[in-house]
């Protein structure tokens, strides 16, 4: 039989069937996938097939085989750094929920977490979640933000998950999709999947005031069918995202503003930090390259892990 995985609780998946019917299936014996090493073979949103098995009154099913993934997103194991961890396949879209505070997030996750999807090739939308609760000069830094992403190309949108603001907006570009909501925890996730589809009834948590975080509401990611036609994927909150896999050499290509320059430099291995005649430091001079993207990717290319509590208007 075939399916599509809709939730992974690390040794059982539950198994959603061609005919709409759900399976708690297993994998049978060691299953590892080719060139991944990954903490779990098998994610939600992956395609399978299975074996039906018998046992007493129960029917449970054994997974046998993967189809290929058409993309899938990842981040860094978090006991084992050398190993990842794929949070969610075959996926249409991805929506960061970004929080200007409460809690906080930087540009440096906002920067690692569009590098993430554009490697992996899953197209990345913003969504600035909570601004009803912001005062003019918040909402002044909310519109630079969604201005210098736009220009990059990415679609941004300004959204309560309370009021119900541009809610619709959201669902429109859901529609016939499957997507993936993430972002840090607090920020709104299950809040805007219940204003979403109010009939599934995501467990939400008040943010923690001592360290403005949120408290983890989502412990595995689950995939749920809509009303309107869409499927989402509801993910735990993230701290922050290592870029996995990359060669310091290719992650210019994942930054879409400097993509564009970099047959103007010099040298074709132009990693647009030291090197003489460099279109991008041009660019950045002359100021129309964002400084934090900038800074986010010399980070990344040194190896540096991102500090998520990051004032993202820190100095230059």
């Not at 981040?75 to 929920?97: G, M, P």
Request: charge should be negative; hydrophobic fraction near 35%.
């Amino acid at each position: 039989m075939k399916g599509t995985v809709y939730k992974s609780t690390g040794s059982w998946y539950s198994v959603k069937a061609e005919d709409g019917t759900f399976y708690e299936c297993r994998i049978k014996g060691k299953f590892r996938l080719k060139g991944i090493k990954s903490t779990n073979p098998v994610s939600v949103g992956d395609l399978v097939t299975f074996d039906i098995e018998d046992q007493g009154d129960e029917v449970r099913g054994v997974i046998t085989d993967i189809e290929e993934r058409k993309n899938y997103i990842i981040r860094k194991s978090v006991n084992l750094s050398k190993q990842t961890h794929i949070i969610a396949a075959n996926l249409d879209e991805v929506f960061l929920l970004v929080t200007l505070n409460n809690p906080p997030t930087s540009t440096s996750f906002i920067d690692r977490f569009l590098v993430t999807s554009e490697a992996y090739g899953i197209p990345a939308i913003l969504l600035f979640n909570k601004i009803d609760s912001y005062k003019d000069e918040e909402l002044d830094e909310v519109k630079y933000l969604a201005a210098m992403y736009r220009e990059i190309g990415y679609k941004c949108l300004g959204i309560s998950a309370v009021s119900g603001k541009n809610v619709d907006k959201v669902k429109e570009l859901m529609k016939g999709k499957t997507s993936m909501f993430s972002g840090h925890s607090g920020v709104g996730k299950s809040t805007l999947v219940n204003a979403i589809e109010p009939n599934l009834d995501l467990k939400t948590k008040q943010i923690s005031e001592q360290h403005l975080q949120g408290k983890h509401t989502t412990t595995f990611a689950e995939m749920f069918d809509l009303e309107f036609g869409a499927q989402i994927i509801d993910t735990p909150g993230i701290k922050g995202f290592g870029i996995v896999d990359m060669e310091k050499e290719e992650i210019g290509g994942y930054f879409p503003e400097f993509f564009k320059l970099k047959n103007e430099c010099k040298f074709n291995n132009c990693l647009h930090i030291d090197e003489p005649h460099c279109a991008v430091k041009k660019a950045l001079d002359e100021n129309e390259i964002a400084w934090s993207r900038y800074r986010s990717y010399v980070q990344m290319v040194n190896g540096e892990q991102e500090n998520y509590r990051v004032d993202i208007y820190g100095e230059k």
